[in-house]
């Protein structure tokens, strides 16, 4: 399916903010630096599936097969978005230990 071009810049700078904004958060209230790069692997999953949670521990092989097929069949623009949100988890991570760095205690 074609997407048009602001369509997928305004979608990248969407994840991008977002997940440094989760990320931000989390790192704040958690005091865990890496906290959102780790978890944003289980929210792409959650985004690109249409598996059940459960069914990951009942059936495992055909689980991980069909993810395995969906983020292998994902598009161009697609892989781009989920991308910058793992940017912007990455880039949240490296901010707070700047501030830490820096002497910023409420980080």
Known sequence: MYMPIHVMII??????VLFFGIGFLLNML???TW????IYPLVVIFI???VRFIEYFR??????????TKLSSLALA?????GSGLTGA???GIVMRILRAKGYRMF
């Open 78 to 82: 697609d892989l781009l978005i989920l």
């Open 30 to 32: 958690l005091r865990m």
């Open 59 to 68: 059936n495992a092989g055909e689980s991980l097969s069909e993810l395995g």
């Open 90 to 92: 990455i880039l949240s």
């Open 35 to 38: 906290i959102m790069a780790v």
């Open 48 to 50: 690109v599936d249409d």
């Open 11 to 16: 979608s990248m700078l969407l994840f991008l």
